[in-house]
């Protein structure tokens, strides 16, 4: 449904760091790095899905109140690496990984990116 997701950012090489640790630990790598954007995917795909940039309209970067963006993990310990990298590389807590209501295996976490972007690391197969 989704071709791609963009993210505004006020510092790219901050978010480059942040990414490249949170998102390698979920199987998508930097594939394009240029001064005013760089882009995310899988090994596979020949597009990028995840796009970080500064805003085009010049205007400073924003969160989007109630946006998120959730990220697919193939595992409960892909959501646990992806939390402590994002952690580690600057990210806030915005849940801790676990079990979640919304069915008997959503295991996921609930994180912000320095920019204060809202990103979910989420596994939806049994342990």
Partial sequence: MLLYVTLGSTDLVRS???YDAALAVLGLQCRVSKDDEIGYGADGDGRCRL????????????VGNGS?????????????AFYQAALAQG?????????????A?????????????????????PE
């Fill in 68 to 80: 998120m963006i959730a990220l697919d993990a193939q595992s409960r310990a892909a959501v646990d």
């Fill in 51 to 62: 796009w970080l940039l500064t805003p085009v309209n010049g205007e400073p970067q924003t």
């Fill in 105 to 125: 295996h959503f295991y996921a976490c609930y994180v912000r990116d320095p920019d204060g972007n809202k990103l979910s690391a989420v596994c939806e197969t």
């Fill in 91 to 103: 990210g806030t807590d915005e849940g801790a990984p676990g079990l979640r209501p919304y069915h």
């Fill in 16 to 18: 480059k760091r942040f």
